[in-house]
């Protein structure tokens, strides 16, 4: 079982169907706390940190294999919370930010200015364990996008989103910061390689969990 961490319902459509698409069979178990978001973005991630503790140390009693967090904000606190219980935790943005690492120049396009800092963080992060020179990445704010995504209006939303991607100039990569905003690729006219999270970080997670469920199965045994 993998447990999935969402600040919003409107993710848990999307990766069941990444699932039924790519991994039949694998058992996705959701948890949405919208609230997160909301408290993360007025007093800091930080804040939240001992909420997101409890939720993964009950998915870890729950015997999950891993925990995929797919908010971008929370992504640092997550894992840092995973380390504690011995639970694979693993932000959805991560695989999307070690393939963005290979550019030279980065656009990170958000819908939220909370989540421009920590995704510029980990492409950093990912670029030097890879052993790269510091990645030159800019960020974007998508005016208005986020209001959009707040009243429900999906469409206006990912058209918002896509037309920020079509006006990107001088650029390796575009990278979109949220799990929320992965279809709008395909609604953008650009030439420019388009990075989204879901289906890479729910890939990742499902191998995790794999490995996480063979750990659960051989002490249940030695017990």
Do not use: K, N
Not at 127 to 140: F, I, K, M, P
């Amino acid at each position: 079982m993998i447990v999935l961490l969402h600040t919003s319902p409107v993710h848990v459509p999307v990766f069941d169907a990444l699932r039924d698409r790519y991994h039949p069979g694998t058992e996705l178990r959701h948890v949405v706390g919208a609230e997160l978001l909301d408290r993360a973005v007025a007093e800091g991630p930080g804040a939240v940190a001992p909420r997101v503790a409890e939720l993964i140390a009950e998915a870890a009693a729950a015997g999950a294999g891993s925990v995929l967090c797919t908010c971008s904000t929370l992504g640092a606190v997550a894992e840092t919370a995973g380390a504690a219980h011995g639970l694979p935790v693993l932000r959805v943005d991560r695989p999307m930010a070690a393939r963005a690492a290979r550019e030279e120049r980065i656009v990170v396009l958000a819908a939220l200015a909370s989540t421009l800092e920590p995704t510029a963080a980990l492409i950093h992060e990912e670029a030097a364990r890879a052993g790269r020179a510091a990645a030159r990445v800019r960020t974007v704010l998508v005016d208005g996008a986020w209001e959009l995504f707040a009243a429900g209006d999906r469409d206006g939303y990912l058209d918002r989103v896509a037309a920020a991607v079509t006006a990107v100039r001088d650029a390796d990569v575009i990278v979109l910061a949220q799990a929320s905003m992965a279809d709008a690729a395909d609604r953008a006219t650009t030439a420019v390689p388009v990075l989204a999270s879901p289906r890479t970080g729910l890939a990742a997670a499902v191998r995790a969990g794999t490995a996480g469920q063979t750990r659960v199965r051989a002490r249940a045994r030695r017990a």
